[in-house]
């Protein structure tokens, strides 16, 4: 039997900006040790609203002022970040 595959998501602290709701927008984070600044958020979605038996989970794809991508997940109902690099 095959093993479940392996969660490709590191624990991060993040750096928010907020309005009128928390973690609105991330502009920076610290992946492996180091901190990397937000140039643009590329994409942004969501999942999880429309099955109430689901979190609602909140994706965004990122470019660091350095030009790397990553994929940054906010799961709202553990307030928890998440990324992983991403491919261009």
Do not use: Q
Not at 47 to 52: L, Q, V
């Amino acid at each position: 039997m095959d093993s479940p595959p392996e969660n490709p998501f590191s624990h991060i602290e993040v750096e928010c900006v907020s309005s009128y709701k928390a973690e609105e927008r991330p502009v920076a984070f610290i992946f492996e040790g180091r901190r990397r600044e937000i140039a643009e958020i590329t994409d942004r979605w969501y999942e999880g609203e429309i099955d109430p038996t689901r979190p609602i989970v909140n994706y965004y794809k990122v470019r660091t002022t350095e030009g790397d991508l990553f994929l940054l997940r906010y799961l709202s109902l553990f307030d928890d970040w998440s990324a992983m690099t991403a491919s261009p």
